[in-house]
């Protein structure tokens, strides 16, 4: 007798081909980190048709009838477009192109930028927050200076993933020392998180401010007092 033929694996979706590479690079791919490295060409289409589909199937648990409401019908590839391609785009695509400039004449002065608007998610709830950014940067001789719109697509690619704001003034910080290489670097952020509006306490007055330090901004208070003065952070 002929052994009974195995059927076919089905093919190996987009999102395990790119969580494989991840793993086999060691890499970590949680929430807020960009994983833009080991996607390859075509592959966010992919991911969009298969994120539409999980997402088609999270509405049907809801008891959500897309076939006849009119309303979510294209809900599922709306939702799944806006979180690859908007609110989420800081995890799928490379950093933005940012030219530096040697600091010709030896600037050694605080510079503040802002406020920048940013907006992200919180990676509890998947709720949006949005906030106000500040960068005070003290350069040095060795420093790089870059174009005032560039720390904007700069906070815009860190921002664009699920956060939490604690986390994500650090990768700010942490992305401006290496390519500016200051003397010092401040980074406050003022945010409304939209998880206090729309569940548990119902809070929607509620801010939060945080802040993080390095270099000079750390071992000088006079500098630290004079950054954060001329914030005006509530007007």
Excluded at 27 to 42: M, T
Excluded at 149 to 168: C, D, F, G, N, V
Aim: proline content about 6%; some cysteine.
């Amino acid at each position: 007798m002929d052994k009974p033929t195995k059927p076919p694996k089905p093919p190996e979706s987009v999102s395990a081909r790119i969580r494989s590479r991840l793993l086999n690079a060691k890499k970590r791919f949680h929430a807020n980190d960009n994983i833009a490295a080991f996607l390859e060409a075509g592959e966010l289409d992919e991911l969009l048709t298969e994120v539409e589909g999980k997402f088609k199937s999270v509405l049907e648990s809801l008891v959500i009838d897309t076939d006849s409401d009119h309303n979510t019908e294209g809900t599922a590839r709306r939702v799944a477009k806006m979180y690859l391609t908007e609110v989420f785009r800081g995890r799928y695509v490379a950093p933005p192109a940012v030219t530096e400039f040697p600091n010709a004449e030896a600037l050694n002065e605080l510079m503040i930028v802002g406020p920048i608007k940013v907006r992200s998610a919180c990676s509890h709830h998947f709720c949006p927050i949005m906030g106000r950014l500040w960068i005070g940067v003290m350069p040095n001789e060795h420093s790089n200076l870059i174009g005032l719109s560039k720390y904007s697509r700069l906070a815009e690619w860190i921002m664009s993933r699920p956060q939490i704001q604690e986390e994500a003034i650090t990768q700010m910080a942490e992305l401006l020392m290496d390519k500016v290489r200051p003397d010092g670097l401040a980074v406050v952020m003022e945010a409304d998180h939209f998880c206090m509006h729309w569940r548990g306490v119902k809070d929607d007055a509620t801010m939060m401010v945080n802040s993080v330090m390095r270099g000079s901004f750390l071992k000088d208070h006079t500098l630290r007092s004079e950054f954060l003065s001329l914030l005006n952070i509530r007007t």
